[in-house]
C-alpha cells in the first residue's frame, strides 16, 4: 500500500507536467504572407502597452531580386527601425510609449516587380513553461515535500520539459525557415522554367525563319532566268 502511493503521485505529477507543457501560454503574434505590388506600399498596425517587447522578422520569397524596404514607427512618429532593400532581416524593440506601432513595407522604388512578403510578428515576453519555477514550494512539491527523492524526479522533470520546449521552439522557427526557403527556391526554378521554356520557343521560330530563308535562297540559284527581248523602235 505504502509503495503504491509515491507511484500514483508520480503518475498524475507527470500527466500535470504534460498538460502545463501542452497548455503553455504563447506569445500574441500575427504570420502573415500578403503580395505587395509594383509601385506599392503595405502598413500594418498593431496597438502595444508601455513596455512590452515586440519582434519583427520578415523575408522577401518572390520577385525581382528579393528585396523590399521596410520601416516601423512609434504612436508619436518617431520611425525606430528603417531597412531599404532587404531581402530579410529581424528587429526587437521593447515600447516606451503605449500605442498604435506601425510597421511597413514599401515596393516603391520597383517598377514592374512584384513581390510576395513574409513576416512574423511577435508582441509580448514568453511567460514561464512552469509557474514559479523557481520557488520549489509549489502545490506540487507540498505534496511530497517529505520525500526528497520524489522532489528530484519533479525537478528533472521540469527541467525535461523546458528542454524539450525549447528544442519544440527551435524546430518551429526551423520549419518556417525552410518554408521560406523552399517558396522561394520553387519560384525561382518556375521562373527559370518559364524563360527557358520562351527561350526554346524563340529558337525554334528562328531555327524555321533562317531554314526557310536558305530553301529559297537556294532555290533561287537554281532557277532559269530567261532574257527579255525589247523591240526597239526606230
Not at 5 to 31: D, I, K, N, V
Request: aromatic content about 10%; glycine content about 4%.
Amino acid at each position: 500500500m505504502g509503495s503504491e502511493a509515491p507511484r500514483a503521485s508520480s503518475f498524475q505529477l507527470l500527466l500535470l507536467l504534460l498538460l502545463l507543457l501542452l497548455q503553455a501560454e504563447r506569445l500574441r503574434g500575427t504570420e502573415l504572407t500578403f503580395e505587395l505590388p509594383d509601385n506599392a506600399k503595405q502598413c500594418f498596425h498593431e496597438e502595444v502597452e508601455q513596455g512590452v517587447k515586440f519582434s519583427l522578422d520578415y523575408q522577401v520569397i518572390t520577385g525581382g531580386h528579393y528585396d523590399v524596404d521596410c520601416y516601423v514607427q512609434d504612436p508619436v512618429g518617431n520611425v525606430i527601425y528603417r531597412e531599404t532593400k532587404k531581402q530579410y532581416d529581424s528587429f526587437t524593440h521593447r515600447t516606451e510609449v503605449k500605442g498604435v506601432y506601425q510597421f511597413c513595407f514599401s515596393n516603391e522604388f520597383s517598377t514592374f516587380s512584384h513581390k510576395t512578403v513574409y513576416f512574423d510578428f511577435q508582441v509580448g515576453d514568453e511567460p514561464p513553461i512552469l509557474p514559479d519555477m523557481g520557488n520549489r514550494v509549489t502545490a506540487l512539491t507540498q505534496v511530497v515535500r517529505t520525500k526528497v527523492l520524489l522532489q528530484e524526479c519533479i525537478g528533472k522533470m521540469e527541467s525535461a520539459c523546458v528542454t524539450i520546449h525549447e528544442a519544440l521552439k527551435t524546430v518551429i522557427d526551423s520549419q518556417t525557415h525552410y518554408r521560406l526557403r523552399e517558396a522561394q527556391d520553387r519560384a525561382r526554378a518556375e521562373d527559370l522554367n518559364s524563360r527557358v521554356s520562351y527561350w526554346s520557343v524563340g529558337e525554334t521560330i528562328a531555327l524555321f525563319v533562317v531554314s526557310f530563308s536558305q530553301v529559297l535562297l537556294l532555290k533561287s540559284f537554281f532557277t532559269e532566268k530567261r532574257p527579255v527581248n525589247r523591240a526597239v523602235h526606230s
